[in-house]
């Protein structure tokens, strides 16, 4: 397999498990969001935090405007909301409704135009400086909102995304959970077509030239259509447990990103229908979360959101030079270093991820933390005292506590 995505040395690191990720247009800022609600703006370059809110609710889905200094993201209490970010200003103005009578699982934006799927509404806005926003229309499916199902059975739009440029005609894509693909031309929304997958559509994905769309069928995989002739052209592999887990194009569209359920991504070749990469996380991680874009520097970008009860991370993956350095391959660690050396770099590097967005008054608490993944190294370390004595003096420095205080809170557990 190629390796041409590396993962950053640093991970952004979060309070819960990761909920939604987005890009801005032009590659210099990552959105994510947290099931505490948390919404944080990242610098792609150096992966520093600029800024950060903390809302009630879980923020479900991100979507950036053109402007990449706006973005809007929907809630799992049924509001949208637009968050103006200026990152001289480090900081964030966030303004919201109530727009849907359940969770917004996704939120879709052309020009000034919002799409939101809650539920079984599809619902098109007006996006303005105040609220409540303008609704446009509210989108009505004849295949589907006259259905009524059993209690154990509901209509449920998994994703929408617009398939037009700005400014222009073209069709708004939805996937309902359990019907498939409903395509609705933006002039009347009307549906116009309509694709079963027998089975359930729990994501979906849009080519950047909108020729391609990629669908997580769940139990079967992900399936790839052709927008013009709406045959189904690949279907990959969907690697883990039955979860819902998401998809980008990427490489000019020439690959598909995906996630899985088993603490890696898998980047596949939708040419050839060949597995090119693997992105490898920690074995019991869950990738629910993934994003990817193209910046005109040339450089390709990968965010993989982690679902981790003790730990959630987002991990930044590069294609081409970046300023920050980035973690050795598996096989080039194996090359360079023994057993021990690999644990103690993994070690650092899981260090590194703990410390991405400490302040002084976390330090303890960080600490404490990172105990428990020095036990779990040590336990399988034949370091020496002396050696032993080396990693507590870096890690001592690193989270900036003094070795007896660091010793207190951490009782690592080398052997002799």
Known sequence: MSSGYTQVSVTLSHESSITAAAFSPNALFLATASADGGLYIWKVEDCELVCSAVGDMPILSISWMQTADMLVYGTESGNLASCAFSPVAESLNIVGYLAHGSAVNS?????????????????????????????????????????TYAQDREVLITTVIWAAEEGQSGLLVATYLHEGIFMFETETWSCVRSISLGGLAVSASLSSDFKLLAVLNLGVGFEIFSMSTYARLRTFAHVGERRTTASRFLDHDTHLVCGSGLGEAHVWDIRSGHKSQILSLHA?????????????????????GVSDEISPYVALWVKGKLLIPTLPTRVERSCLCSFAELCKAELLHDVESLCATATVSRKTNQAECLALVVNSYAQDVDYSRDCCKLLEDELAMRLELDPYTLENIMPFKFRD
Do not use: Q
């Open 107 to 147: 939120v879709s934006l052309s020009g000034h135009l919002v799409a939101s799927a809650a539920g079984r509404e599809l619902r098109v806005w007006e996006w303005r400086n105040s609220c409540p926003w303008h609704m446009v229309t509210d989108v009505f499916n004849p295949s589907v909102d006259n259905l």
């Open 284 to 304: 019991h991680d869950k990738v629910p979360v993934v994003d990817a874009i193209e910046a005109s520097s040339g450089r390709s970008y990968i965010a993989t």
